[in-house]
């Protein structure tokens, strides 16, 4: 077993999200659903799957709180907003039936699924994964966290973003293609859950470009809001 002397670096630590009412809950992972939204999926030129939801990731150095101020990401000219209802477990599970799946959640948040769009679709053009357009350093910026024990399970409500005071995307929890309860049982025929996963479960139509300066503020009915600043580029 490796202990703390066998270490040759310091690791980096693990990142933790607020919750509403106090304490912080530690984040283990990032799950992202992709084209869940009907409205979404048409203006990017694709359909929702119906087959099964489609997965990809983000790493822990994307986490970011609500509030803070990101410099615009290196690589891209062409910077999205997408705000999403995010899923906190707080209980682990494996091939979780869709009647259980509601128990292995903590509470939910507001976020920010910040895209590199131009990388994102030159990879997908090419049947390459997302992984440069999707997963980058302050890309999932997270709200605090409000326990299903207080909140209960959102279906509906309305969740929305604005760019510098004007609303750019506008719709309803209910128009989720696959609900919540369907996408923990789902990831969990794939991955064995873990306390501390989260989904961020897809993001609606109107998704845009964003430049340095913009404030960027968004809410789910319910649940909370989130809010980032576009800083410059920072120096190489």
Not at 130 to 139: A, I, N, Q, V
Request: proline fraction near 6%; include cysteine; glycine fraction near 12%.
């Amino acid at each position: 077993m490796t202990t703390a002397l066998d270490l040759l670096f310091e690791p980096d630590a693990t990142p933790t999200l607020e919750v509403e009412g106090g304490g912080r809950v530690p984040v283990s992972r990032i799950f992202c659903v992709g084209r869940n939204y009907e409205a979404h999926a048409a203006e990017m030129g694709t359909q929702v799957d119906r087959e099964a939801p489609f997965w990809f990731t983000k790493s822990l150095h994307a986490i970011v709180e609500s509030g803070s101020s990101v410099a615009y990401p290196p690589g891209t000219g062409d910077y999205h907003h997408e705000i999403e209802l995010v899923v906190v477990l707080g209980h682990g599970g494996f091939q979780v039936p869709l009647d259980k799946a509601q128990e292995l959640i903590f509470g939910y948040a507001a976020g920010l699924d910040m895209t590199r769009r131009d990388l994102q679709l030159a990879s997908r053009a090419k049947g390459r994964p997302w992984d440069t357009g999707k997963d980058f350093e302050e890309s999932a910026v997270i709200g605090k966290v409000a326990p299903a024990a207080r909140i209960g399970h959102p279906a509906r409500g309305r969740i929305c973003l604005s760019v510098n005071g004007v609303v750019k995307q506008d719709a309803d929890l209910d128009h989720l293609a696959w609900k919540v309860p369907e996408l923990i049982a789902n990831l969990s025929t794939l991955y064995r859950l873990r306390p501390g996963d989260l989904i961020m479960t897809g993001t609606p139509a109107g998704v845009g470009p964003v430049v340095v300066g913009d404030r960027l503020e968004g809410e789910v009915n319910g649940v909370g809001a989130v809010s980032l600043s576009v800083s410059a580029a920072a120096e190489a």
